[in-house]
């Protein structure tokens, strides 16, 4: 009902109202910025159509709770907290054209990042790694960071396991590469000797490494002699420089075609400056990728003793401080055995 003194709402659908802000806000912000915000909007426009809302005078804070408890089963913290405070600032505008009734903005309650756990803030999901892998394969193919960020997903091996690989540690044509603790020539693997092992590669990976090693890699030996598979000009890259790289391919405006997430322009960003990547809010450190495929690979049905050999990781470890997938994940995973029984 409408309050005395109070404009009377008119109907308003949720894509029309998208296009109502769009089309306000497209001399404001630069078309990455509003790509962005029509992304996180499109999921308030799926909720809105499988709850059958098509006028959004309807809207009130109950929904808005309904909707961010739907969206938190489906993505981390930090997207949620991107989608909400997008929200908000649509739902404001809805408001200042009669579309939505007073106070709905307010009452958009986007989550604190303060406390959150490393592991549900810092982890590479699968759709990110696609994206990066994507943009890579086609503007950056079998380059240093490509051939790395692809190592370290599909091996899902720790930083310093991609550190230590040399050339003789592969085996492309049987398509596996052997990870070894050399302590005595500056390499190591974080179990020691119980950290040896094998990992399988797929063809696609095995390809990428190969180019990698004939056309980007410099040949040179490190400090004992030893020839790496990461390499820079002076020798094997450092951990630090892994780190830097890895920092870099992770940042959303890098492989989304320069849109961001946090509506910062890429002139005014320092987490453009060539060693200032880990300032950006959603770029991630090398064992998020570990996170991320541990993730995927368990999301994939793959028996939790294969994650565990091929990561090197105990069980109850995956299960404590891995296994980030989310309630809805693991719903769905759980409906794919049903619907086989």
Same mark, same amino acid.
């Given at each position: 009902?409408?309050?005395?003194?109070?404009?009377?709402?008119?109907?308003?659908?949720?894509?029309?109202?998208?296009?109502?802000?769009?089309?306000?806000?497209?001399?404001?912000?630069?078309?990455?910025?509003?790509?962005?915000?029509?992304?996180?909007?499109?999921?308030?426009?799926?909720?809105?159509?499988?709850?059958?809302?098509?006028?959004?005078?309807?809207?009130?804070?109950?929904?808005?709770?309904?909707?961010?408890?739907?969206?938190?089963?489906?993505?981390?913290?930090?997207?949620?907290?991107?989608?909400?405070?997008?929200?908000?600032?649509? *739902?404001?505008?809805?408001?200042?054209?009669? &579309?939505? !009734?007073? /106070?709905? %903005?307010? @009452? +958009?309650?986007?989550?604190? $990042?303060?406390?959150?756990?490393?592991?549900?803030?810092?982890?590479?999901?699968?759709?990110?790694?696609?994206?990066?892998?994507?943009?890579?394969?086609?503007?950056?193919?079998?380059?240093?960071?490509?051939? *790395?960020?692809?190592?370290?997903?599909?091996? &899902?091996? !720790?930083? /310093?396991? %991609?550190? @230590? +690989?040399?050339?003789?540690? $592969?085996?492309?044509?049987?398509?596996?590469?052997?990870?070894?603790?050399?302590?005595?020539?500056?390499?190591?693997?974080?179990?020691?000797?119980?950290?040896?092992?094998?990992?399988?590669?797929?063809?696609?990976?095995?390809?990428?490494?190969?180019?990698?090693?004939?056309?980007?890699?410099?040949?040179?030996?490190?400090?004992?002699?030893?020839?790496?598979?990461?390499?820079?000009?002076?020798?094997?890259?450092?951990?630090?420089?892994?780190?830097?790289?890895?920092?870099?391919?992770?940042?959303?405006?890098?492989?989304?075609?320069?849109?961001?997430?946090?509506?910062?322009?890429?002139?005014?960003?320092?987490?453009?400056?060539?060693?200032?990547?880990?300032?950006?809010?959603?770029?991630?450190?090398?064992?998020?990728?570990?996170?991320?495929?541990?993730?995927?690979?368990?999301?994939?049905?793959?028996?939790?003793?294969?994650?565990?050999?091929?990561?090197?990781?105990?069980?109850?470890?995956?299960?404590?401080?891995?296994?980030?997938?989310?309630?809805?994940?693991?719903?769905?995973?759980?409906?794919?055995?049903?619907?086989?029984?």
């Amino acid at each position: 009902m409408t309050k005395p003194n109070e404009q009377p709402l008119e109907p308003l659908a949720p894509r029309e109202a998208i296009a109502f802000y769009e089309q306000d806000r497209e001399d404001e912000v630069s078309e990455a910025t509003l790509q962005s915000h029509g992304y996180r909007l499109h999921n308030f426009v799926r909720w809105c159509d499988k709850n059958d809302v098509e006028n959004l005078n309807e809207i009130g804070g109950r929904d808005i709770q309904r909707f961010k408890k739907w969206r938190s089963e489906q993505v981390n913290i930090v997207t949620l907290k991107s989608q909400m405070d997008t929200l908000r600032v649509f *739902l404001r505008f809805c408001e200042s054209i009669d &579309g939505v !009734r007073d /106070g709905v %903005a307010d @009452s +958009v309650r986007s989550p604190s $990042l303060e406390r959150v756990n490393v592991r549900d803030k810092d982890i590479v999901r699968e759709n990110k790694a696609s994206a990066i892998l994507a943009y890579h394969d086609k503007y950056h193919y079998a380059s240093v960071e490509h051939t *790395l960020f692809r190592f370290l997903w599909e091996t &899902g091996c !720790r930083m /310093g396991a %991609a550190h @230590s +690989v040399d050339l003789d540690d $592969l085996h492309l044509r049987a398509e596996y590469v052997e990870l070894n603790h050399r302590p005595e020539t500056g390499t190591t693997l974080k179990n020691g000797d119980g950290g040896e092992r094998a990992v399988a590669l797929s063809t696609r990976t095995c390809n990428i490494i190969r180019d990698y090693i004939d056309e980007h890699r410099y040949d040179v030996e490190d400090d004992y002699g030893r020839r790496p598979l990461f390499t820079s000009k002076q020798g094997r890259l450092t951990k630090n420089i892994i780190r830097t790289y890895i920092y870099r391919v992770t940042r959303p405006c890098i492989y989304n075609g320069g849109s961001c997430p946090h509506d910062r322009e890429q002139d005014d960003c320092e987490a453009m400056r060539r060693m200032y990547a880990s300032k950006c809010p959603s770029s991630s450190a090398p064992h998020s990728i570990r996170r991320g495929a541990i993730t995927h690979y368990l999301n994939t049905d793959t028996p939790g003793e294969v994650v565990s050999d091929r990561m090197n990781v105990s069980k109850d470890v995956i299960d404590e401080h891995y296994d980030s997938r989310t309630e809805y994940e693991k719903m769905e995973l759980r409906r794919s055995y049903l619907d086989n029984l």
